[in-house]
Nanobody, 127 residues
Framework: QVRLVESGGGLVQAGTSLTLSCVAS????????MGWFRQAPGKEREFVAVITWNGRNIHYADSVKGRFTISRDDSKNTVTLEMISLKPEDTARYYC????????????????????WGKGTLVTVSS
């Protein structure tokens, strides 16, 4: 049974930084792509970032490119999302996700979601 537990959310001011972490358990972490998604109040869940099994392929939503960095530490079964220059529009519940595949070919299915989800961690950015 796959379990994903996020941490690191909180209330921050615009322009500051925050780092989210997600610890996975239940199956071989290093074989699977990992991602972050977010859902703002009243909006649909959206893709934020994905990192493939070996860390060689990384994709970001246009809205976070240059500000967010996704990384993974297979020794700790952890995926991290470093967020800088936060904006009020980054306010959302952030979800960690793990897919059944390790890598992707176009069209990239990860933007629609992944197989397993955490419960999320809330990020609030005040102006």
């Amino acid at each position: 049974q796959v379990r994903l537990v996020e941490s690191g959310g909180g209330l921050v001011q615009a322009g500051t930084s925050l780092t989210l972490s997600c610890v996975a358990s239940g199956r071989t972490f290093s074989s699977h792509a990992m991602g972050w998604f977010r859902q703002a109040p009243g909006k649909e869940r959206e893709f934020v970032a994905v990192i493939t099994w070996n860390g060689r392929n990384i994709h970001y939503a246009d809205s976070v490119k240059g500000r967010f960095t996704i990384s993974r530490d297979d020794s700790k079964n952890t995926v991290t999302l470093e967020m800088i220059s936060l904006k009020p529009e980054d306010t959302a519940r952030y979800y960690c996700a793990q897919d059944d595949v390790g890598d992707y070919d176009p069209p990239y299915s990860f933007i629609y979601g992944m197989r397993y989800w955490g419960k999320g961690t809330l990020v609030t950015v005040s102006s």
